[in-house]
T-cell receptor, first 113, second 115 residues
């Protein structure tokens, strides 16, 4: 059964710092991996989707990498801002489950001004 | 931009009531999903649908049913609400049924309290 783990569970950094969020998964048989952002009391906003054949994706200050063989992904946030404060979730789409996503528990990020 | 709209942001109901949560998407997506999100348990899939009148059980379907009479609308039904169904409910949609690489897009969620 596919399991997704995110480390750390919470992170607090000063504004301007570059930071890395980690996501690991137990089964490399996936179609893709998706990173989401969730603000308190809100739904999920899709940030980046990396297909299984890709190594990384970039959007603005965000860069996500995927190493399928080792079951790892990282989300790199450059020059963090207070507006980046949110919970960040990663999810994989396993071959086994068709359209379903398996989510990690998330990393709560706080960027202090 | 994809728009997934959930009918209520907050809802308070009583134990034993039949509860309907509605979700509408405007991008002609084939796939639609209902999740619940609880502290410490993360997001768990309740049901999903890959076409009109088609549905499949997710990881925690007990106590729930769904309806998809039109492509754009996916309803979650709590047949007889219980306090352990107090949760944040999230609807999502995505394009295509087959093994593609389309992202899921989420609504803003409905925070449901059962008293």
């Amino acid at each position: 059964k596919q399991e997704v783990t995110q480390i750390p569970a919470a992170l607090s950094v000063p504004e301007g710092e570059n930071l890395v969020l980690n996501c690991s998964f137990t089964d490399s048989a996936i179609y893709n991996l998706q990173w989401f952002r969730q603000d308190p009391g809100k739904g999920l906003t899709s940030l980046l989707l990396i297909q299984s054949s890709q190594r990384e994706q970039t959007s603005g200050r965000l860069n996500a990498s995927l190493d399928k063989s080792s079951g790892r992904s990282t989300l790199y946030i450059a020059a963090s801002q207070p507006g980046d404060s949110a919970t960040y979730l990663c999810a994989v789409r396993p071959w086994e489950y068709g359209n379903k996503l398996v989510f990690g528990a998330g990393t709560i990020l706080r960027v202090k001004s | 931009d994809v728009k997934v709209t959930q009918s209520s942001r907050y809802l308070v109901k009583r134990t034993g009531e039949k509860v309907f949560l509605e979700c509408v998407q405007d991008m002609d997506h084939e796939n639609m999903f209902w999740y619940r999100q609880d502290p410490g348990l993360g997001l768990r899939l309740i049901y999903f649908s890959y076409d009109v009148k088609m549905k499949e059980k997710g990881d925690i379907p007990e106590g729930y049913s769904v309806s998809r009479e039109k492509k754009e609308r996916f309803s979650l039904i709590l047949e007889s609400a219980s306090t352990n169904q107090t949760s944040m409910y999230l609807c999502a949609s995505s394009l295509y049924r087959g093994p593609g690489n389309q992202p899921q897009h989420f609504g803003d969620g409905t925070r449901l309290s059962i008293l």
